[in-house]
């Protein structure tokens, strides 16, 4: 059937998704994909992912459909080498080698449709010593040295949640792989598989730092270096209130209107002068202390000096810059950031809420031209409580385990 492409939908309007459920950075790709305006169908499976919140309040489950599957089940993969047949791209992310037991690894979908882009999402990658390991966001950063460069000098690595493994060194890898082979599919007619890695990636995010070590401008120990707080006018302190200023002054005319503003600039010891820093972060800390974080937040307000408050979730959509860019949205009475990056020619928007397990089978099956869903498939299961994303995983199965 003729795909049309619908005016300010995006532009990944037109392109089809097929995503098999899982949890973190594939899922949270899917999303990239369907916040571009990619048409994402959400196979889900029946009972849910395992590690997952109420569907209700998934929102990187917006934008997307849903149709429920058991893969374990007689007809189940046929269903889903059926929806592969007619898309651009599928997602995935099992252990290496659950796809292709279940009958929906890459062999088996390029079958059916060449110009596949088969995406793989998954921690230690395809292959290698750990592929077949259990894991989490936490101990792949731990092993590519990223982890390590995080936190202060006299104490154990700081953990940035699970933001730097899995969304930036796993989902934001693989929807570039995606593209660049969708690009390379439309041009070909031949599609690929990405093999996206968080290991790869966050690996890749510290190019520049491999670079400056290799320099000799970066010391192999954390908090002990320009840009990873070692450095007290690249930090954060604390303020009179127990809240906290963050500071990126590193240019010398910055430094100098900044150290102005902050009332040290006859008492600031020598910006350059490595050995004076601990007494440089001490003057800058008992100034900081000295009022509540608003206080300094208004007196930084208009000015070059790079500082800026320390923001809670809760607090950053209120922030007038925030607010005025409209970064974060409201849709279905959940606030949420809003689609990033912007485009001039296809805006794109939060059109649809979470996707609810099963709830678009019937639309799916008329938009893509496929059979009509058996009358028994199972209904959207009950909403899940929340569970911790380091609870432990089931063992490896047909079904998505941790990467």
């Keep these: 059937m003729t795909r049309t492409r619908t005016s300010g939908a995006g532009p990944l309007a037109g392109v089809r998704v097929v995503e098999l459920a899982g949890i973190g950075p594939g899922p949270f790709a899917a999303m990239l994909l369907a916040d571009l305006g990619a048409d994402v169908v959400r196979v889900d499976r029946p009972g849910g992912p395992g590690l997952a919140i109420d569907p ?7 934008n997307k459909r849903s149709v429920i599957v058991d893969l374990k089940a007689p007809g189940g993969p046929a269903r889903v080498l059926d929806l592969a047949e007619r898309a651009d791209v599928l997602v995935e992310g099992y252990r290496p080698g659950v796809a292709e037991r279940l009958g929906v690894g890459p062999e088996a979908c390029h079958a059916r449709n060449p110009r596949l882009v088969y995406g793989r999402m998954t921690g230690w990658g395809q ?3 750990l592929a077949q390991r259990a ?5 792949y950063i731990a092993l590519t040295g990223t982890l390590g460069m995080i936190g202060a000098h006299d104490g154990p690595p700081a953990v940035p949640a699970n933001l730097l493994g899995d969304y930036a060194g796993g989902s934001l890898y693989l929807v570039v792989g995606i593209l660049a082979a969708l690009h390379h599919a439309r041009a070909t007619g031949t599609g690929q598989v990405v093999d996206a890695a968080i290991v790869d990636g966050a690996a890749h995010l510290s190019t520049m730092i491999h670079g400056m070590l290799a320099a000799g401008s970066w010391q192999d120990r954390r908090g002990s270096n320009l840009l990873d707080g070692g ?3 690249y930090g954060t302190y604390e303020t009179a209130d127990g809240g906290h200023m963050a500071v990126g002054a590193l240019e010398p005319r910055f430094y100098a209107e900044f150290t102005d503003l902050l009332g040290i600039p006859g008492t600031a010891p020598a910006r350059d002068d490595p050995a004076r820093w601990p007494e440089l972060r001490e003057a800058i800390a008992a100034r900081f202390r000295t009022r509540t974080r608003d206080e300094w937040a208004a007196v930084f307000a208009d000015s070059d000096a790079c500082v800026a408050p320390v923001l809670s979730l809760r607090e950053a959509p209120h922030h007038p810059h925030l607010a005025a860019r409209a970064t974060f949205t409201a849709h279905g009475g959940i606030t949420q950031p809003a689609p990033a990056p912007r485009f001039s020619a296809t805006p794109t928007a939060v059109r649809t809420g979470p996707a609810r397990p099963g709830a678009d089978a ?3 099956a ?3 031209d496929l059979p009509k869903p058996p009358t028994d498939t199972p209904g ?4 899940v409580p929340e569970t911790p994303a380091d609870a432990p995983a089931p063992a490896p199965s047909a079904r998505e385990t941790p990467q």
């Design 56 to 62: 209700a309040h998934d929102v990187t489950n917006r």
């Design 127 to 129: 292959d290698g010593p």
């Design 135 to 139: 894991g989490h966001d936490i101990g």
């Design 231 to 233: 450095c007290p006018f």
């Design 362 to 364: 019937d639309s799916v």
């Design 366 to 368: 008329r938009d893509w």
């Design 380 to 383: 959207p299961p009950a909403a």
